[in-house]
């Protein structure tokens, strides 16, 4: 296991540096209730007696249950300041003025909420003179599992480079509540949605391959297509003229 105790010290410095640099007096993250949103804010926190948090129900069931629950014993284990700021009636209506469900399906409809709440933290951050802490993990990144301009946008991510096995050792040795720990990985942009299923692989699989350089032939070959169809998410929008940073890539709807 990693000398979590170092990567607490290391991480909570770089928090400080940037926060320092910004010349912005506080952060304020998503709190999700799940695995990254708590150890984003627990390292926030550390870092920065003015963080918030924003738990940001969005339509789902599990956003205002088990979602919400986790979120607040996570803060309260933290000592993290909470806001709830409900977008369930504000997506409504930009579905509404989009023409209504039936228009927008599929990831249409679910990436809305991500989007939303990005929003409502820029929104506080420019108000409050904050930054927005970033909440994804490496494996996430690698597969292309964030919403642009969503979960994909922030100032800032102290655990960008963490595997999920890495997340869930550092949320142990931080004593992070278990209930966090123990449930199923899940965006909760719909009703029983979880990450693997929708994936179609496990993160034991993505993170065997991106720790260890090998997985089972059938998980790689998931990983590997999701890799490379999602790599123009992984980088800035294309310009005109910028021929070498561009080249690589094709630009694609999602």
Not at 46 to 74: F, H, Q, S, W
Not at 244 to 254: F, I, S, V
Request: aromatic letters at 8%.
């Amino acid at each position: 296991m990693r000398d979590y105790a170092r990567e607490m010290a290391g991480r909570t410095a770089f928090i400080k540096d940037v926060l320092a640099s910004s010349g912005a007096k506080g952060l304020v993250f998503a709190n999700s209730g799940g695995k990254d949103c708590v150890l984003a804010g627990a390292l926030c926190k550390a870092a920065c007696e003015d963080t918030v948090g924003l738990i940001m129900p969005c339509g789902t069931k599990a956003n205002y249950g088990r979602d919400m629950e986790d979120g607040l014993k996570a803060a309260a284990r933290f000592g993290i300041e909470t806001r709830v700021v409900d977008l369930t009636a504000a997506k409504d209506e930009v579905v509404k003025a989009l023409g209504g469900a039936d228009r927008l399906k599929g990831l249409a409809s679910a990436n809305i909420a991500p989007r939303l709440r990005m929003t409502a933290m820029y929104a506080v951050a420019n108000g409050e003179g904050r930054l927005v802490c970033g909440t994804g993990n490496r494996s996430e990144r690698y597969m292309g599992y964030f919403t642009m301009w969503g979960d994909g946008a922030y100032d800032f991510n102290p655990i960008g480079d963490l595997t999920v096995t890495e997340v869930y050792e550092f949320l142990r040795f931080l004593n992070a509540p278990a209930s966090v720990i123990d449930k199923p990985p899940s965006a909760g942009l719909y009703e029983g949605q979880t990450d693997e299923g929708e994936m179609g692989v496990t993160y034991a699989s993505i993170d065997a391959l991106l720790l260890n350089g090998a997985t089972d032939e059938a998980s790689q070959r998931i990983i590997a297509g999701r890799h490379a169809s999602s790599g123009h998410k992984r980088r800035m929008p294309l310009i005109y003229g910028n021929l070498a940073e561009n080249q690589l890539y094709h630009y694609r709807k999602d």
